[in-house]
């Protein structure tokens, strides 16, 4: 049975003044092609917010890189944007989402097991962002990539106050998808020492990738500093510089800073 969209727009944090959009964001074109057989009433499926959804995708991942990274090159900038807007990352975002179950589908495509198709899932992803777009802007397209599409990771720096700006997704998931993908390792953190008195400390993490990656970051809790001590062994995979000494944590905080 198909879940109500209205259900949807609690998930995609967006409440649709059109909601024929999300509707038809959702629609499939088998089951447009077997209203038009049957002699029905005209149904328009999501293909072409697809083909649109697509290119907005491309442009606020491509911006968020570029304002997050300024110092990449664009070889890197465009290995990073390709992770995440390859089909096997945005079929994850759909089924995080349970897209599935909302799909309006052809008999013959919901008795192929349509709800589980990677193909379907990515499209109507991408016919999603489409319509959030032309419904709201591309501000609300934009917020909804960043929070899903690029998993929402924001490392808040508690000592400044401030949010950094989303990254790729976070350091430490980035990294153990690179130490595999270059069959390393994976990941180890660990605590090297806890200074100052109980209401204010500032941990050292360190992370280990086989015998020649390892980096150290400093910060007030653990999970800030593993997510720049991981940053700063993730930025030296990139470059391909193994046993290059590890940048102060002092220029890591400036870097996140820029």
């Not at 110092?71 to 900038?77: I, Q, R």
């Not at 089924?95 to 349509?114: D, N």
């Not at 109507?124 to 962002?129: D, G, K």
């Not at 593993?226 to 990139?238: P, T």
Request: proline share 4%; glycine share 8%; charged share 30%.
């Amino acid at each position: 049975m198909r879940a109500e969209p209205a259900l949807l727009e609690l998930k995609l944090k967006h409440r649709f003044t059109n909601p024929e959009l999300l509707r038809r964001a959702l629609t499939h074109s088998s089951l447009a092609s077997e209203t038009r057989s049957g002699g029905g009433a005209a149904v328009s499926d999501n293909e072409q917010l697809e083909f649109l959804g697509d290119s907005v995708l491309g442009l606020v991942v491509s911006d968020v890189l570029f304002r997050r990274f300024p110092l990449y090159k664009e070889g890197e900038l465009s290995t990073l944007k390709a992770r995440l807007v390859s089909a096997a990352h945005l079929h994850g975002v759909a089924r995080r989402l349970e897209l599935g179950s909302y799909l309006e589908l052809g008999r013959g495509e919901e008795m192929s097991g349509g709800r589980n198709k990677k193909t379907l899932l990515v499209d109507a992803l991408e016919a999603i962002i489409a319509a959030i777009y032309l419904d709201g802007g591309l501000e609300p397209a934009c917020s909804f990539i960043v929070e899903h599409v690029m998993d929402g990771q924001m490392v808040f720096d508690q000592e400044a106050g401030t949010d950094i700006q989303p990254a790729v997704a976070n350091f430490k998931e980035a990294l153990r998808e690179m130490a595999k993908a270059r069959k390393l390792p994976e990941p180890r953190y660990s605590t090297i020492r806890e200074q100052g008195p109980e209401h204010s400390k500032t941990f050292t993490i360190e992370v280990r990738v086989g015998k020649e990656w390892s980096g150290q970051a400093d910060a007030r809790t653990k999970k800030i500093a593993a997510q720049r001590a991981a940053r700063g062994v993730y930025e030296r995979l990139l470059g391909e510089a193994p046993g290059v000494p590890v940048e102060p944590e002092s220029k890591l905080a400036a870097d996140e800073h820029r």
